[in-house]
């Protein structure tokens, strides 16, 4: 059977995992504003996710059942895999969402990502239904960074343009949207032993100037450790000297969730293979704009950027 996690996945054991990453992680400066982070913007502040039947044509019995599990809490920066009946139809922030075979379907929630989300869903009698669902709020601390080139804070109209182009092929492979549910096995960390340099959602002060906020998870590990993918998937995108990025390797898990791998100083892959989860798909580094060797580890549903270090764990797999 190829479904490998539960639904809706237990809250109770998604906490017990985020506090094993964390445990995994060795205690510093930056480990230190995740925790704050956590506590300040996540669990304690989490609401039970509360699914309100609005429109409900028919006062059956049956009508009052769940038609659609989702995890109970929801927070900004959370990929969200829930499930619902076959046939269903699913619409969510004007994306009408993929449902597998077995019911599966995803969606991510954005740094900013409003207290209330609806989801419309249309069953195959035609019925349809909106619920809402509470999705706690988060703090970002800010980030200042400073001893970046400066060309890579204000460059010149012609490496803008550079930056540009390279930026599009990105956009281009986050179109992908394919029926392969690689995610549903769970996320493993792609360094071992690193120190958490930089959180998702931080607002950006670089050489002094705001940017946008960061949003990945940056693991500070030596020039040369390897990188291993998350999880099986496609490689959509693979080069080695992004003006930004650097060392950029770009991996589809099916249904429009990509991990994007930075500032490598080694890739290994090439675009379109099919890689497993823990294969090396290059080496850590600090090539394109970063101030020390890192692996920044982005995570997108479509053009969403979501959290990596809210995905479901290899843990969970029952
Ligand atoms: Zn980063």
């Known amino acids: 059977m190829k479904k490998t996690l539960s639904f809706p996945p237990r809250a109770g054991k998604h ?5 094993c990453l964390q445990r995994m992680l060795p205690a510093g400066r930056a480990t230190g504003k995740w925790r704050v982070q956590g506590a300040a913007g996540g669990w304690g502040q989490f609401v039970a996710t509360v699914l309100i039947l609005v429109a409900q044509s028919s006062a059956s019995l049956f009508a009052a059942e769940p038609t ?3 995890p109970q809490h929801l927070e900004q920066g959370q990929l969200v895999i829930g499930h619902a009946p076959p046939n269903a139809q699913i619409e969510f922030d004007g994306h009408s969402l993929r449902i597998g075979k077995d019911g599966t ?10 207290a209330k989300a609806e989801l419309e869903v ?16 988060r703090d970002y601390p800010m980030e200042r960074i400073n001893g970046l080139p400066q060309q890579t804070i204000t460059p010149n109209p012609i490496i803008a343009a550079r930056i540009a182009r390279e930026q599009a092929g990105v956009v281009e492979a986050r ?3 394919d029926a392969r549910e690689d995610f549903l096995q769970g996320f493993q960390l792609p360094v071992k ?8 959602g931080s607002q950006r002060v670089d050489n002094g100037v705001p940017k946008s906020p960061h949003m990945g998870l940056d693991m500070a590990v030596p020039t040369g450790t390897p990188v291993h993918a998350p999880a099986d998937g496609i490689v959509t995108f693979a ?3 992004l003006f930004l990025t650097g060392g950029t390797v770009m991996i589809d ?4 969730l990509d991990s994007s791998f930075l500032h490598m100083s080694r890739v290994n892959v090439n675009v379109g293979d099919h890689v497993r989860q823990g294969q090396v798909i290059g080496a850590a580094g600090m090539t394109g704009r970063a101030t020390g060797p890192h692996v920044h580890w982005g995570f997108n549903w479509f053009e969403v950027r979501l959290d990596p270090a809210l995905l479901p764990k290899q843990a969970l797999i029952q």
Do not use: M
């Open 253 to 256: 898990h099916g249904f429009g």
């Open 175 to 177: 179109k992908r949207d």
């Open 239 to 241: 080069a080695t000297d």
């Open 68 to 70: 659609v599990q989702l």
């Open 15 to 19: 906490r017990q995992d985020r506090r």
């Open 105 to 114: 379907f995803v969606f991510g929630l954005g740094r900013d990502a409003p």
């Open 193 to 200: 032993g690193a120190r958490i340099s930089g959180v998702y």
């Open 122 to 137: 249309r069953n195959a009698d035609g019925k349809s239904q909106k619920l809402e669902l509470n999705v706690a709020q």
